[in-house]
């Protein structure tokens, strides 16, 4: 079978939602990094299937085996990449997790009451939980962590009329932080013990069982012979890998390195080659049965099952894949790309009979997620089956080595996700703890009113800004807490609201001025990185639109099942005419008059009226004739 390349082999890493710096390690320490992720991998397959753990003690372990992890591999800097402290810093931070484990039935028996060495282990705690994040995905995250306690200790007492806080003691901000189910081993870190752990496990052994060559070989005997046909295939390749990857990053980076240049010898431009790659990748957290970390917290909060939301995505996700690929078609004809050489590209009987068992995991992960099995139980039989599955074909039968390379890889990819959701509990915790989400949500009840379209631009606008600095899960989780209940407050159902903001918390991947999946795509393609993410951002304009039609529309057939199918297919035209208006071609070269009529026309397809969405096909069919019949005045 094929050999993945080592997760230590490389100086960069891409298996969480940003790039970081990676320490490259040899001898010893990387024996103690593989055999202690291996043992990560195991504990977190044992504690979700056949163990019985207390869930504060899990997210204990949970939190020390990533630490331990962290440490070894992200320097301080780039510049400082000694190990020594390190070490230490790895060791200090098990020692935090075992004293919770150890002394927290000491702390229930004096009620509730902290010792001074009890505040002195949550205190590390939470300095290290921070000092990891920052090493692994950047100032930002920490640095917001750190304006949230300190508002609640200190300066919100100075801050005027509703944002005002009396503020809390130092003791009770420890011990909310440590030992309470709201702060660093709460909730979200029971999200990313159990569900996330679990998924990014199952992705790990599809990467290495040699899943992800065989979607890009089937991608491109599918779709190779069409105009367009390999920016076609990247968007139907980097949704299913984006999908198993988790991160939009990491599939741009590992996919991208085939697609954008294929996508370049074929004629396509550095700049939208790059783009559709990016904009491909970002929706991978969209598309069902495996979506991003934060579908797993969506669950876990609104208490709607997950069947239930991987369920409701499909359409939109198709929705959202499909608009990319009306600008690849467009952009195809437009530039007279003409298909691949068939020489090029392995026959899909071919494809199909050397990798078809790699559909069988996905499909028995479907059917236990079906059956009402647990996610995490789903996933855990799905790796189970991925081993057994390889076994179909000699070229890519996993062996021993080949699975405990999986469970480090496994380890590995789940580190900088991890840590990013541990330190979210911090800001969870005091959003919890000081109100700080009632507030926000009065603020936007004040600004938009009763007008449900303002509160969503309010919360488009606020997810911009933070994916400027924060990773999409992390961003999802904020205004999650922040802005759901005033989305809810306004009319919009739980489900609708919560997959709104899950959404809107993709667009820092493709929209300028910080967006990781396109700067990254830019890399590749050799492109200019802002113009490849204005690129982007036209190219994903379905990632905005669409969540419109959740708070409008029945499209997550949440009403009457035929007009949420009408809406879709209606929605996609109106996808198609926006995209013809950004390329200013259809059939032909379109003159000025003729984009501004598709543009009313994409607003007929997509307002929630049926008769106008008549009208608007109506318009559309015109236009189509005429541009057929008519001869061109150019």
Request: hydrophobic share 55%.
């Amino acid at each position: 079978m094929s050999e993945p390349r080592s997760p230590l082999s490389t100086d960069e890493d891409i298996s969480g939602e940003v790039i970081t710096s990676r320490r490259h390690l040899t001898g010893f320490p990387a024996q103690t990094v593989t055999v202690v992720a291996i043992a990560v991998s195991l504990f977190h397959v044992w504690s979700n299937t056949i163990g019985v753990l207390p869930e504060l003690h899990r997210n204990a372990l949970h939190f020390a085996g990533l630490l331990f992890l962290g440490f070894l591999l992200y320097p301080p800097t780039s510049r400082v990449r000694g190990l020594a402290l390190d070490v230490f810093l790895a060791f200090v931070a098990v020692g935090t997790a075992l004293y919770l484990i150890f002394f927290e039935e000491a702390l229930h028996a004096r009620n509730q009451i902290p010792l001074g060495r009890d505040l002195v282990a949550a205190a590390v705690a939470v300095v290290l939980i921070l000092e990891i994040t920052r090493r692994t995905t950047g100032w930002f995250i920490p640095s917001l962590a750190v304006v949230f306690l300190t508002y609640a200790l200190f300066w919100g007492r100075w801050v005027t009329g509703t944002w005002h806080f009396p503020g809390v003691s130092l003791t009770r901000m420890l011990y909310r932080m440590y030992f309470a189910p709201d702060g660093i081993f709460g909730t979200i870190a029971t999200v990313s013990s159990t569900f996330v752990a679990l998924f990014v496990l199952f992705g790990a052994f599809l990467l290495r069982s040699g899943a992800g060559e065989f979607i890009m070989k089937f991608a491109l005997a599918l779709l190779g012979r069409n105009v367009g046909g390999p920016a076609k295939m990247a968007v139907f390749a980097s949704g299913l890998l984006g999908s198993i990857s988790g991160s939009a990053v990491a599939n741009t980076v590992g996919s991208g390195s085939l697609t954008i240049p294929m996508m370049k010898r074929t004629g396509f431009q550095p700049t939208f080659a790059a783009a559709v790659e990016a904009s491909a990748s970002t929706g991978g957290q969209l598309m069902p049965p495996i979506m991003g970390a934060g579908a797993f917290i969506m669950s876990q909060w609104t208490q709607i099952p997950y069947l239930t939301i991987v369920a409701v995505s499909i359409v939109p996700a198709m929705m959202y894949f499909v608009s990319v690929t009306f600008f690849v078609h467009l952009r195809a004809r437009k530039r007279n790309i003409l298909p691949m050489d068939p020489d090029e590209i392995t026959p899909l009987k071919t494809v199909l009979k050397e990798g078809w068992h790699f559909l069988i995991p996905l499909a028995i992960l479907v059917l236990l997620l079906v059956e009402g099995f647990t996610p995490t139980y789903a996933a855990a039989a799905g790796c189970v089956s991925i081993v057994a599955a390889s076994w179909l074909n000699k070229q890519t039968r996993m062996g021993v080595r080949d699975i405990l390379a999986a469970l480090e890889l496994g380890a590995l990819n789940l580190v900088s996700t991890g840590v990013i959701l541990l330190c979210a509990g911090i800001i969870v915790g005091v959003v919890l703890l000081v109100g700080i989400g009632i507030k926000f949500s009065l603020l936007i009840g004040a600004l938009a009113g009763s007008h449900l379209i303002l509160a969503i631009a309010l919360v488009a606008i606020a997810s911009l800004i933070l994916g400027m600095g924060l990773p999409v899960t992390a961003s999802y989780i904020v205004l999650a807490v922040l802005a759901a209940p005033a989305l809810t407050s306004l009319g919009l159902g739980i489900l609708a609201a919560h997959l709104l903001i899950f959404w809107y918390s993709q667009d820092a991947n493709v929209t300028p001025p910080v967006c990781l999946a396109a700067y990254s795509a830019a890399g590749i393609a050799g492109s200019h990185p802002v113009r490849t993410g204005f690129e982007s951002w036209k190219i994903a304009k379905g990632l905005y639109i669409i969540p419109l039609l959740f708070c409008y529309t029945p499209l997550l057939f949440q009403g009457d099942p035929l007009w949420a199918i009408e809406t879709a297919v209606s929605g996609t035209a109106g996808l198609l005419a926006f995209a013809i208006v950004f390329e200013g071609f259809h059939l032909r070269h379109l003159s000025i008059p003729y984009r501004a009529i598709f543009a009313v026309t994409a607003v007929l397809l997509l307002w929630p009226l049926p008769w106008l969405h008549l009208a608007g096909w109506t318009t559309f069919g015109v236009l189509t004739l005429v541009q057929r019949t008519v001869p061109s005045s150019t």
